[in-house]
């Protein structure tokens, strides 16, 4: 009975921290309302009120939806979509303040997805903070045929950002229903690799890369400021060597030097992941990756034929079209 009415308690508290987030959100963005007017209606701190907006926004429970036929800079969406013969790309501000532009480009992503992916669609994504931001900004689509496929392995020790939660963060924004590889990231040898690719069920979700709709991509650089080195993805002397052999980032896995050819590198040797002739049968492979530690990887892939959609920040605009 303790255990009961504590459940309850819970559940009652829940709903009147949702409750009080939905009245914020309503007055904030709805009617117009500063933080202050909000905080002093509600009896609540403005730091609070700041608090629950800022949480609202990240965690996807606050939408902003812009209109994306309403480009930022067309003229560059228009140079670079003719300069690489893109069937799109869509062009965020830089932010202001700082380099960390994952938010803006995965916003954009999450919208452009969700308005072009076909009823009953299958999706492939990578993973990355982009694509965990793109979920937050997935549009609401009725439950119905859509699929959800993990383009590469898990990987042992949780990170800040985990390919199986980007899988599943994903899935619940589309009410799809979601297929991961079960497998690690990279295989501890090639050989292993090769059987861990051959066997069921790895083998079956990793044959769906060549029957996408859609794959929404990220791009992995291997700069000092690389994700993959901080989520301990990689380590120093990996990044290091993966240099020396010409990388300057991966697709789904797939090492590439600047024009767009796989390298050669032992690391590269035990990802498990699709082969490249499987994700180029995808309908519309979408790009999406920004700041200009990625300028090189974002180039490559779109020479290697991995990019049919861009989304990518002005500065790495820029930095494209002067190439």
Known sequence: MIIREKILEESKSAQDENALIARICWHYFKEGQTQDVIARHLNITRKKVNRILGEARTSGFVQIILPQAVAVRIDLENAL?????????????????GDDVRAMVGSAAGQYISENLPPSGTLGISWGGTIHTAAQNFLPRPE????????????AESTRINPYDNAASVARALNAKCFYVTAPMFASSETLRDALVASEPVRSVLSMAGQLDMALLSAIDLSEQSKALEYGVIDEPSRLSLIEAGAVGDICGHYLDVQGKKVKHPLAQRVINPSIEDLKKTGQLVLAAGGTHKYAIILAAIRAGLCHVLICDENVAKALLAA
């Open 144 to 155: 119905g045929g859509d699929r959800v496929v993990l383009l590469c392995g898990g990987l």
């Open 81 to 97: 979509t003719a300069k690489f013969g893109l069937g799109r790309v869509i062009v965020v501000p830089t932010p202001i303040e």
